[in-house]
């Protein structure tokens, strides 16, 4: 699959301390194996000259205080909580080397961020998307690129995952309804 590096971003999504380093309040050892290769594609994508966005999920700690429904830390915990090391990203990705960091307060990296504006912008068609939770905000991030017209396509082999099935149902689900699928293998920056 190859990917014009003038029109083409990778988006990593919320590789995080919370997500991917054992002592995270969230930690899945399946987002801390995808830290290598999603750095490898950071890599990949830098030397080519496409554009690399980094996505954090941070949540202020009053955030959910007023909320009538919709209340991550309710479901999940308290995590990823604003200036704490859980929301930082792990060591391995530098922030200074992307292009744009979107802070998100939701699963979807599009909802009331700059992200749509930065790759209008930019002249981006093509999201490349990596990172953790394959179906929680990779696959709302994704899904929400698909609706917005950009073309979204999931790296299989570098995305986490608590169970298996979560991830194997975000990628067919994505492949299904919005988006494509492929693995770093198949990836081509030119």
């Known amino acids: 699959m190859q990917f014009d590096p003038a029109d083409t ?12 380093h054992p002592e995270g309040s969230l930690y899945a050892p399946d987002s801390e194996a995808a830290i290598d290769p999603v750095t490898d594609l950071v890599e990949r994508a830098g030397e080519a ?3 690399v966005v980094l996505t954090r999920d941070v949540h202020p700690p009053e955030q959910f205080e007023d ?13 990823v909580v604003e200036g704490s090391w859980e929301a930082a990203l ?13 802070e998100k307060h939701t699963y979807d990296a599009f909802y009331e961020t700059q992200l749509e504006g930065w790759l ?7 999201l490349v998307i990596c990172g ?8 709302h991030t994704a899904s929400s690129a698909g609706l917005r017209d950009y073309r979204p396509v ?20 994505a492949d299904w309804l919005f988006g494509e699928v492929t693995d770093r293998a198949e990836i ?3």
């Not at 971003?9 to 991917?20: E, I, R, T, W, Y």
């Not at 909320?67 to 995590?79: K, L, N, P, S, V």
């Open 49 to 51: 000259g496409a554009a």
């Open 9 to 20: 971003a990778l988006v990593v999504v919320d590789m995080q301390n919370g997500f991917c």
């Open 67 to 79: 909320a009538h429904y919709y209340d991550e830390f309710d479901r999940w915990g308290e995590h």
């Open 188 to 190: 081509a920056f030119e």
């Open 154 to 173: 999931l790296v299989e082999d570098a995305v986490g995952f608590i169970e298996a099935d979560h991830r194997e149902y975000a990628l067919d689900h």
């Open 90 to 102: 792990v060591d391995e990705l530098d922030p200074e080397a992307a292009e744009l960091v979107v």
């Open 132 to 139: 953790t939770l394959a179906n929680v905000c990779v696959l």
């Open 120 to 126: 209008d912008a930019h002249g981006i068609d093509d």
